[in-house]
């Protein structure tokens, strides 16, 4: 009986065995994987009036600190199917980076030339920035996170979340399938994503929030917010507003309902299950919400 019992238990632990390695290895991303080479790449660059950064498959995270230059470090990964292929990624290694500047806005391009087949690459950005420049993202495949300190900010990504904090000019984010967060936005804003949440606090400026499938929460905590235009398809949409702010409301759902808190006094317009038109307080901020498969939620801020 104890021969059976381990003569069974050493069949199992191979059978485990060659399913993992024969078959579920194979079909793992190779970013499970220790990377065939990986090295920290830093450069410094002039500041200029606007940064652009260019980035394929990795995380940017931008902070703003003193200085008077743009500081850059790159966590670079290259993954090879095969041990003897590093030489390869070694040498495509070397056209990582490409840096323009025309004087007014410094490019920092990754990747320019395309990349061997075989190959799986990331490239993780940490940079620092002086105070008020502006700064465009391009990235396809990671997150992005904007420190405050920024002047314009704009940041599209196809799988990215995006957060961008205390930003003194206008913000533009966009995503296909990513989560968007605006902290403290002081002027124009416009965030749009596929399949993702938006989060955004307003300071002043306007608003435009647009999702296929995700919610809005809106947070207006000053009464200079001129506008917002929020609209959600298959989400709910929740706005905040502070005691000081006021606003003309134009809430309408689909099949959702629209709830009003009922320290909210909405005047002169329609009250229904799925509507609310009319004013509160003042009428400042020009609020217009629309979900097709959502509720719609008004509240004042408890502080």
């Known amino acids: 009986m104890l021969y059976r019992s381990a003569a069974t238990a050493a069949f199992i632990a191979l059978a485990i065995q060659i399913f993992a390695v024969g078959i579920l290895a194979p079909r793992l991303p190779r970013e499970v994987c220790p990377p065939g080479v990986q ?34 470090l790159a966590d670079v990964r290259a993954y090879t199917p095969r041990a003897d292929a590093n030489q390869m990624a070694v040498q495509y290694l070397e056209t990582l980076f490409r840096v323009d500047n025309d004087g007014d806005t410094v490019t920092l391009t990754t990747e320019p030339l395309d990349r061997p087949d075989e190959l ?15 700064l465009a993202v391009s990235v396809e495949n990671g997150n992005v996170w904007v420190a405050g300190g920024c002047n314009q900010v704009s940041v599209e990504g196809n799988n990215a979340d995006i957060e961008i904090t205390q930003a003194a000019g206008a913000v533009n984010a966009k995503s296909t399938n990513g989560r968007i967060r ?16 938006i989060n955004v606090q307003m300071l002043s400026g306007s608003l435009q929030a647009s999702t296929i499938t995700g919610a809005i929460i809106t947070r207006l905590l000053e009464p200079g917010v001129t506008a917002c235009d929020l609209t959600s398809l298959n989400g ?26 009922a320290g909210l006094d909405i005047r002169a317009g329609i009250r229904k299950r799925r509507a609310v038109l009319g004013v509160i307080g003042d009428g400042e901020t020009k609020l217009s919400m629309n979900s097709m498969n959502g509720d719609i939620i008004l509240q004042r801020s408890a502080s």
């Open 39 to 72: 090295k920290l790449h830093s450069m410094t660059l002039p500041a200029a009036g606007m940064l652009q950064v260019i980035n394929t498959d990795g995380t940017v995270r931008v902070n703003v600190i003193e200085g008077g230059s743009i500081e850059v």
């Open 120 to 134: 799986d690459l990331r490239v993780d950005y940490t940079i620092s920035i002086p105070p008020g420049m502006n």
């Open 182 to 197: 605006v902290v403290d936005a002081a002027a124009e804003t416009t965030l749009e994503t596929v399949n993702g949440n």
């Open 236 to 261: 709910g949409i929740t706005l905040v507003m502070s005691e000081s702010c006021s606003a003309e409301v134009s809430a309408t759902t689909g099949r959702g309902m629209v709830r009003a808190d």
